[in-house]
């Protein structure tokens, strides 16, 4: 900035600063408002500020370049909440870095003492002092009508007076400065433009535009004090001293908020009839609603202390019913109720803090750098502006424990409010159960049989949704130990639903998001667990002993976020009946039983589309498309040139279903160089060299890792995998469609993908297939050629292990019903089932030990359940007071048989 032009008192540029175009503002209107105008040219202290702490931050292009067309057109005013030397400084700087038109008035400010030493001396001087406010705002409108009729831009605060003169002013029922300011703005362009409509030029009349800016010093919530939040001055105007000290220790988390232009002449002739002051109202509220939604999606709501949270929670009816149920029993009282909701708040509620979660964010950054080669994200700009009008809940993906801590670090890197994410108690481990706690986490326990304990929970949900901050929790519960999505867990989206009916919230957004891993970092401890093993229990010794796992790299992750899910849209004409009965207005029993099934319903329905689109949301890596070739073949081993054949076989059927690749992946798909050689850094994957070529191979130990990256892709490849075991068994084409839809009802509960999805999808899939020359049609089947042979047969084992594992669950069941009426015991079952599976594999009849697995045989005995083959009963057992399912023949039992001979032909067939 040392070599900008020296400059006279007005903001008319030389052809040294093309950013200024040349106005027809007179000169007496320049010298007037020079002593709030941007500067070419700084001072040499605020030339070294600039210099010293504006100079990492810059203007997106695209904002400049929307700028730059805009004053091509015409005047830009430029409007922010809070009048601010310091803001409007930064911004003289920006604009000088970026070309942009500099500002030739500001309201409510001085800005001379900026410019260097004789500019400033000679504005100085001739300014005249104490003037009365009303002579210095009647200066002012003159002065901004002036710049705009010229073309110029400016600068308006809507909010310049201190908390004594607003109040006073507002009292008066006098109006603001500001708003008459915005009047001369519109008033400007209305005559100007009924001059030239009765004028014969014809002349276009020159257009203005508003435009809201939005600046932030620091990320993360505001805590509500007792009193004046010093950080940033009175309620309407913050102080420049303090907010230039906080400046000086928040600057490197600078961003600036740029929204859309307002065009004033088109706002004006839409709205003719309203009159010029009306439009400037109008305008004037659009910006405060503009700058209000920015400042709620980088602050959220305002962050009470537990105490006064703790107070609300205290007057929840449900709290208070469960008190007085508590203080009734043997050795209660009032007094003992109210101490133990509070110390079953203080175990559950989260206690964010800005300071905390900025301690997180460089502490978990350095961690991510460390272990990940990036972090990429989809769609987290919608989703920001979805969170601008709406509150929203995160509904992840869980496959590692770093899930919840990528979300918050992207939130709060991004200038989005972190959300409170819901955690299981043991995560509350040591001390960083209280940094988790601080970060936004609140805890719940794995049992809800307390019934204080359940109220003291819904109310504090309850809080969050009233409130309006950002929630997150993990539909599937748990992890998913082998890369499938689980069944959805449906208490914590029950216990928004009925929040959401309680409030007077217009809308809450569910937002399904889909997190994959090139590299599990928890992956020899999930491998451990499907093979048996205890769970490893958390603990800070587990996490120092963790600190290998920093000396190695896991690739990237992949952060996608999905389509919303609107509840108020979703509930639809359900909610007036929904509402009343979660307000207790409805007084018929019959009635409240309906009602309560339809909601039970419908939660249900909801969670299952929040599955389906987390699974739709995934992006395909290298990783998992690797894994579904070398698991589709029989032999653990096959030459380089068919593992990258294949594996652009699969990422063009991906393509084709509208699946995302990673840009890694599609970069490297030509020789795949890149992605082998990671998964031979990984240990996935092994050289040799042969007479035949490169050997590329996998130890049987592995095979458990293969199958957890595989899964995050499978349900992508359900389609193709059934479409290619119905062609190379020979069926007709007729009843190729006809073995679409039976298998897609068998395996919704693997993949987690709508039926109608599915059967739209196969038409598209069997023309893929015939493009590639893998089948023909001859008459009325298809065929398999020769060189659709390999690729088909390695779609066709996709799902082999899930059948397989069905077809075992289903010869158990058999076989214990037939001598046992009473029914068995889930447990019971899958032991069997277990070793049932692994007798089949050492005679050959099961080849894919890798699909064996709890979560794939519970499943299967869901899946029979809901044909009502099977019925199901959640029992208490053992001292501890554990849980177990009972199962028992079912309405349609003698169905059984026939599902039997259904897998066992798919069985033959494969």
Partial sequence: MSDSPEMSDTVSTTEDAPSATPTAVPPAIQKRSARSAMTLRFNLVFRFFADRFFKHFALDAAVVER???????????????????????????????????????????HFYYYRPLHQMLAIGLRLKRARPREVEHSEDREIIREHVHAGSSVFLFLRTQRLRAFLRRRKSGMRSDELDLMGEVVRCVVEEGAEDSASASGDRPREVFVVPLAIFWRKGPRTQNRFLNVDYGSLTRPSDFVKVARFLSTYRSLTVKVGDAVDVRLYSMVHASDGWERIAKRIRRAVLIHLFREEKVVEGPTLRPRWRVLREVLLDSGVRSAMAVRASGEGGSAERAEREVEKIFREISADMGS???????????????????????????????DAKRNPIVLVPSHRSYF?????????????LVPPHIAARENMAFGPFGFLFRRMGAFFLRKSFDDPLYKEVFRAYVAYLVREGFTQEFFIEGGRSRTGKTLAPRLGMLSWDVDAFLESNRRDLFFVPIAISYERLVEESGMIEELDGGEKTKESVLGLFR??????RRFGSVH???????????ALGTHRPRFEALQRGQISSPEMRSVLEDQKREFVSSLGHSLVERIGWATVANATSVAAVVLLGGVHRGLLREDLVTGMRDVADLL????????PAFERDLEELRESIAFLERSDLLQSRLDHRGEILHFEANRRRALDIYRNSIAHFLVIPS?????????????????????????????????????????????EHFESEGWVELEGDQWVTTAEGNRPLSILAEQTRGVVECYDTIVRVV?????????????????????????????????????????????????????????????????????????????????????IQRLLASALRDG
């Fill in 67 to 109: 700028l730059l067309a805009l004053e091509a057109r015409g005047s830009v005013v430029y409007v922010m909440r809070y009048s601010s030397r310091l803001d409007y400084f930064l911004f003289n700087a920006l604009f000088l870095r970026h070309g942009l038109r500099l500002s030739g008035f500001a309201n409510a400010i």
């Fill in 355 to 385: 300071s905390w979660l900025a301690l997180g964010a460089v502490t978990v950054g350095g961690i991510f750098k460390r272990l990940f080669a990036s972090i990429e994200v989809h769609r987290l700009a919608e989703i920001a502006e």
């Fill in 403 to 415: 899930d919840f801590l990528i979300l918050s670090w992207l939130f709060y890197q991004n200038y």
């Fill in 546 to 551: 963790a600190r290998k796992y920093l000396q």
């Fill in 559 to 569: 952060v996608s976020f999905g389509e919303p899910i609107s509840l108020a849209g």
């Fill in 655 to 662: 393509r084709l279903q509208g699946v995302r690749l990673t």
């Fill in 722 to 766: 059934l479409l290619s075991r119905a062609v190379l068994a020979g069926l007709g084409r007729d009843y190729v469609h006809q073995e679409l839809e039976i298998w897609v009802d068998v395996f919704y509960r693997e993949y987690y993908a709508s039926r109608e999805l599915y059967l739209t999808r196969g038409e598209a899939v069997l």
């Fill in 814 to 898: 058999l076989a214990w019903m037939e001598s046992v009426e009473e029914g068995v015991l889930r447990s019971g079952l899958i032991k069997e089932a277990q070793s049932a599976f692994e007798s089949a594999q050492l005679l050959g009849y099961s080849r894919r030990a890798e699909a064996l697995s709890d979560t794939t045989l519970d499943n299967a005995l869901s899946w029979l359940v809901s044909r009502s083959i099977l019925d199901a009963k959640v029992i208490r057992t053992g001292k501890r007071n554990t849980h177990d399912t009972r199962y028992a023949r079912g309405e349609k039992w003698a169905d059984l048989e026939e």
